[in-house]
């Protein structure tokens, strides 16, 4: 998901925030490598701001725009207050969507047994470089086009990703969603820890999807509800073992059956 390019002034980026102070907040871009960006005071919301705080916190992700970059010092300004909550919602799916396709050509390569590890990184590197992201990609997968056949890439693994598109749109799923609110009191380490928490989460067969820090939304499918409903349990033990210093809440949204068909999202 990551990519070494910098971002273009105008374009909506994801943002983690790393550092806040009275009259600013220090970002990290995560689709960027985490690479650093600069949040004035002025662009965090309309109107007058007393306290920072009240509107931004440490380890919150917002999607921003780029309002300005200086190339010499190698600086790159956002604003939270010039995206509306249309904009920021699609940039959010959009990022979740990369995300799960990222992991479904993971997948397709451990099924097709690519290794070793500098092979799949190197399979990775050509898909973003060729394609520009995993959804072009998929797409192409998908529609069969004349540039996904030409893709310099192994037929096992192409054969792989067909058939997991194809299981992709036929399979039933159980679907369970739940509302997460996490915060930490650990100012030196909190972050990392539930940064690494989360990851550790989706390894557990839960998606995690950014509403907006201290609020995620976790998804678990499975043939039945007790297995996904199983899968959410094994998500809040995790949090339970790994929260050292903080709280947590995890309320469910909505339960429903669904076509899962990934593709129709492309």
């Known amino acids: 998901m990551e990519n070494s390019r910098t971002p273009g002034v105008g374009e909506m980026v994801i943002a983690r925030i790393d550092k806040v102070m009275q009259f600013s907040a220090h970002c990290k871009l995560i689709e960027y490598g985490d690479i650093d960006a600069f949040l004035p005071i002025r662009e965090v919301s309309s109107g007058w701001i007393k306290n920072i705080h009240e509107y ?6 917002v999607v921003c725009k780029v309002i300005f970059i200086d190339s010499d ?5 956002v604003s939270i207050k010039k995206v509306n909550q249309n904009n920021a919602k699609e940039k959010l799916n959009t990022y979740n969507l990369e995300k799960r396709l990222a992991s479904l050509f ?70 369970v969603t739940y509302l997460l609110n996490i915060s930490t009191f650990d100012t030196q380490n909190g972050i990392t820890q539930i940064r690494d928490m989360l990851s550790d989460i989706e390894k ?20 039945d509800y007790p ?40």
Not at 73 to 77: E, F, L, M, P, R
Not at 128 to 148: E, H, R, V, W
Not at 204 to 223: D, T
């Open 204 to 223: 557990a067969s839960v998606e995690v999807e950014y509403i907006g820090a201290p609020r995620y939304k976790l998804v678990a499918a499975g043939p």
């Open 106 to 175: 993971q997948q397709s390569m451990k099924e097709a047994k690519v290794s070793p590890k500098e092979q799949r990184d190197a399979y990775v590197s050509y898909v973003l470089t060729s394609f520009g992201s995993f959804t072009s990609f998929m797409k192409g997968a998908a529609d069969n086009t004349t540039d996904f056949e030409n893709a310099k890439l192994p037929k096992k693994l192409k054969d792989s990703l067909r058939r997991l598109i194809e299981a992709s749109k036929s399979v039933s799923e159980h679907k």
């Open 73 to 77: 010092k190698g600086t790159i300004d």
């Open 56 to 61: 931004i916190h440490t380890g919150q992700v």
């Open 227 to 266: 297995t996904a409903e199983s899968r959410i349990e094994a998500a809040k033990a995790i949090i339970k073992q790994k929260l050292k210093d903080g709280r947590f809440s995890i309320e469910k949204e909505k339960v429903r059956k669904e076509k899962v068909d990934i593709i129709n999202r492309l």
